[in-house]
C-alpha cells in the first residue's frame, strides 16, 4: 500500500472509510482464499510493524492469549510472572487456563525494585515472564531478560499501551520471544473492532499457533481452538495500520524486524498460501454461497462510522434481529460458532472434570470447545437413521460427573429434541442444541432450537447465513442469557472471575443485519433444490437420507447414503465429476477413531455405519437447474463395486 495514500486519508475521514468499505466489500464477494489471503497479508504488515518474525490475528484479544498458551504448550499449574500495568484482558486467560499468575512486586518506588522482584518470584514452576510496554523506556528491562534467558523462560511483552510509541523502543521490544496487541475497538489504535494479533520470534511457534488457532488444522491428531481473526477484519486492520504508519515516513520495517537468529528474515506469512493460479479452479460446483449486494454495502458503511466494537450498536441491533427472525428470548452475537459453545457451556457453570454427553458424529470443533474448558466428552451412539442421540445409551453413561447432553443435527437434519430434552429434565441435565449446520431447522412447526435450554451456531462461510467468522447463542432463559453476555459484554475490572472475550465485530454483524432479510427465502430454495434432488436420483444402490416424523431440514446439504456400503467408490466417483462432499473434505468418521480422542472411545455402531454410508451434496441458492441436473445424472451413474451386499 502507497504510505502516500494514507497520508492524504489522515485528513479526509470520509475518503479513508470508502477506502476500508471497498476493502471489506471486496473480501466480503470473494471466495475462502481471498479471505485467507487478505489476513495473511494483514499478519505479515503487522509482524514487519511491531519487529517481530512471524504474527498470528485471533478474533479477539483473550482469545490471542489462549492461542499464545497453546502454541507454548503452557499448561494447568504453570507460573507465569506477571509485571505491573498487565490489563486484565491478558490475565484472565492465564486464570481461565488453569495457569498461575505470580504478580512482581508492583508497589516498589523504582522499576529497579520492582524488576529485582522478578527473580525472587522465580519457582521451579515458572515457565514465562509477562511484562507491560509501558516500563520498556527504562534500560533495567533488560535485566529482565537476561534473568529469563538464563533461565530458560519465555520472555513476553504486551504492546497494547505503547501502540502509537513503537519506534521509540524497538529495539528493547527485539529482545522478546512474544508480543502481544488488542485489535479492540476503544483499546487499540490499529482497530479491528475486535480482535488481537501475537507475534512471535521464532517462525515454529508461529506456525504451532496458527495451527492451534485453527483446530490444530483439524487434523485429529492435535487439539485446537476457534481464533481464527475474519478476512473482513483484516481488509480494515490493513488500512488503519498504514494511516498510522504513514504518520512516521521515517519507519522502515526491513530494517527492524529480526528473528531468533538474529536475522532479517523476507516477510512470512503463516496462513495458508494461496496460489494466485489455482483462484478460480474450483470444482465444477460450487460448494459455498457468498452473497453481496448494496444492502452489504450500506451497513458496513453504517458500522464503519458509527463503530465496530463487540457492544457497538451495530452488534445490539444484529442480535435484536437474530431475536426476532428465531423468536428467541435473547441472542449473543459471539465471534464463532466455537466461541457460542465456551460461552453456553460456561452459562451452564461447568467446571474441569465435569462430564458432556454427545454423540461422535459431530464435527472436532464442538469436542474442542469441551477440551478448552478441559470438560470431558463422553460419546453416545446415535439412531439408526438419523442423528439423535441414543437415549438408552445416554442412561448408561450418566454419572455424578454428568452435567449436560449436547446434541448435534447434522447437515440442517433435525434431531427428535422434543424426546432428549424431555430426557434431559428428568436426569436434571442442561441440554444443548449445536445447531451450526441447522439454523431454521424445525421439529413440528417449532424451531428445533427452542427444544433446549441453549443452542449454538455459527455462520461461518460454509453456514446457510455468512458473516465470515462468527456465531450466536439463542435462549429463552433470563438467568443463562445474564451468564452468557460476560464473555460477549465483558468488564474485566468488575468481574470477580476470570471472563474471556468473544465478542462479534460489528463488520461481521453488519453483514449479519444485511443477509438476515434473505435467510427464509435462501432455505426455501434449498430446500426445493433437496426436493428436486432426491425424485431425480433414481439409483438403486443410493436413497436419500429420510427426515425424521415432523421433522423440517435446515437446508445446509442434501445426504444421501449408499445402500451398498461402498462409500469410497461413491466418494471418488463424485469427486472426480467436481461434486464436492464434506465426507472426503473433512475425513469424517467417528471421533473416537481420531487420535486425538482414542482414549474416549466407546463403540457407537450407528454412527461409525452412519458416517461410513453417506455423503453430502451442495444445495446453496447458487445450484441453479442445470447444476442439479449434473449433480443428478452423476449419482445416477455410480456403479458399486460390490452391488449385491445391499444393506438393511
Not at 19 to 32: K, P, Q, S, T, Y
Not at 607 to 625: K, S, W, Y
Amino acid at each position: 500500500m502507497d504510505d502516500a495514500i494514507f497520508s492524504n486519508d489522515l485528513n479526509d475521514p470520509v475518503q479513508a472509510r470508502k477506502r476500508e468499505l471497498d476493502a471489506v466489500i471486496a473480501v466480503a464477494a470473494g471466495d475462502m482464499d481471498a479471505s485467507l489471503a487478505t489476513v495473511a497479508r494483514f499478519e505479515s504488515e503487522l509482524a514487519d510493524w511491531a519487529g517481530f518474525a512471524t504474527c498470528v490475528g485471533t478474533s479477539s484479544d483473550t482469545g490471542g492469549v489462549s492461542v499464545m498458551l497453546g502454541a507454548l504448550d503452557l499448561r494447568p499449574g504453570d507460573e507465569v510472572i506477571v509485571g505491573p500495568g498487565i490489563p486484565a484482558w491478558v490475565t484472565s486467560p492465564l486464570v481461565h487456563a488453569g495457569l498461575i499468575p505470580v504478580a512482581a512486586d508492583d508497589e516498589a518506588d523504582t522499576l529497579g525494585v520492582q524488576l529485582a522482584s522478578f527473580e525472587q518470584r522465580f519457582s521451579d514452576r515458572t515457565r514465562a515472564v509477562l511484562v507491560s510496554s509501558s516500563f520498556l523506556y527504562h534500560q533495567d528491562i533488560a535485566h529482565v531478560i537476561a534473568i529469563s534467558r538464563a533461565k530458560q523462560l519465555v520472555t513476553i511483552v504486551e504492546l497494547t499501551a505503547s501502540i502509537g510509541t513503537m519506534l521509540d523502543h524497538r529495539q528493547i521490544v527485539e529482545g522478546f520471544d512474544v508480543g502481544l496487541l488488542s485489535l479492540r475497538e476503544g483499546v487499540s489504535a490499529i482497530s479491528t473492532g475486535e480482535g488481537g494479533a501475537v507475534f512471535f520470534r521464532h517462525r515454529e511457534w508461529g506456525r504451532r499457533a496458527k495451527s492451534y488457532s485453527q483446530f490444530s488444522d483439524l487434523d485429529g491428531i492435535n487439539v485446537g481452538v476457534n481464533h481464527k481473526i475474519s478476512g473482513i477484519q483484516c481488509a480494515v486492520g490493513r488500512h488503519r495500520l498504514q494511516a498510522l504508519m504513514a504518520k512516521n515516513v521515517a519507519y522502515s520495517a526491513a530494517d527492524s524486524r529480526i528473528d531468533a537468529d538474529g536475522q532479517h528474515p523476507a516477510s512470512e506469512s503463516l496462513s495458508p498460501a494461496v496460489d494466485a493460479d489455482a483462484v478460480g479452479s474450483a470444482p465444477a460446483i460450487k460448494d459455498s454461497f457468498y452473497p453481496v449486494g448494496t444492502r452489504e454495502e450500506a451497513f458496513v458503511l453504517a458500522a464503519l462510522n458509527s463503530g465496530i466494537g463487540g457492544r457497538s450498536d451495530t452488534v445490539r441491533q444484529y442480535e435484536q434481529q437474530l431475536k426476532t427472525h428465531f423468536n428467541a428470548g435473547h441472542a449473543i452475537a459471539t465471534s464463532s460458532g466455537y466461541g457460542s459453545l465456551v460461552v453456553a457451556l460456561s452459562a451452564f457453570g461447568l467446571k474441569p472434570g465435569d462430564k458432556v454427553l454427545l454423540t461422535p458424529t459431530c464435527p472436532l470443533c464442538t469436542v474442542y470447545a469441551l477440551t478448552f474448558m478441559r470438560v470431558e466428552p463422553v460419546f453416545c451412539d446415535i439412531s439408526p437413521d438419523d442423528f439423535t442421540i441414543d437415549l438408552a445409551m445416554a442412561e448408561r453413561m450418566i454419572d455424578g460427573k454428568t452435567r449436560a447432553i449436547i446434541d448435534i443435527p447434522m447437515w440442517g437434519y433435525p434431531v427428535d429434541a422434543k424426546r432428549v430434552a424431555a430426557f434431559a429434565r428428568a436426569k436434571g441435565l442442561y441440554y444443548l442444541l449445536d445447531i451450526a449446520l441447522a439454523h431454521k431447522a424445525k421439529l413440528d412447526g417449532e424451531f428445533l432450537w427452542k427444544y433446549a435450554d441453549m443452542a449454538t451456531f455459527s455462520t461461518h462461510h460454509s453456514k446457510t447465513l455468512v458473516t465470515g467468522e462468527g456465531g450466536a447463542v439463542l435462549t429463552d432463559n433470563d438467568e443463562l442469557a445474564l451468564k452468557a453476555k460476560q464473555f460477549t459484554h465483558c468488564d474485566f475490572t468488575a468481574s470477580r472471575n476470570p471472563v474471556l472475550n468473544f465478542s462479534l465485530s460489528g463488520l461481521q454483524a453488519a453483514l449479519g443485519l444485511a443477509r438476515l432479510h434473505r435467510l427464509e427465502q435462501d432455505v426455501q430454495h434449498r430446500l426445493s433444490t433437496m426436493q428436486t434432488l432426491g425424485k431425480l436420483l433414481t439409483n438403486p444402490h443410493l436413497e436419500p437420507l429420510p427426515i425424521i416424523p415432523g421433522g423440517e431440514p435446515a437446508g445446509t446439504k442434501l445426504l444421501v447414503r449408499s445402500l451398498t456400503g461402498d462409500n469410497d467408490a461413491l466418494l471418488e466417483h463424485q469427486s472426480r465429476a467436481g461434486i464436492p462432499s464434506d465426507i472426503a473434505l473433512y475425513n469424517c468418521k467417528a471421533l473416537y477413531q481420531y487420535p486425538v480422542l482414542r482414549d474416549k472411545a466407546t463403540p457407537c455402531p450407528n454412527a461409525e455405519r452412519m458416517l461410513a454410508t453417506i455423503t453430502t451434496l451442495p444445495v446453496h441458492p447458487d445450484i441453479r437447474q442445470a447444476d442439479i441436473a449434473v449433480i443428478a445424472s452423476v449419482l445416477n451413474r455410480f456403479q458399486p463395486e460390490h452391488s449385491e451386499e445391499v444393506l438393511s
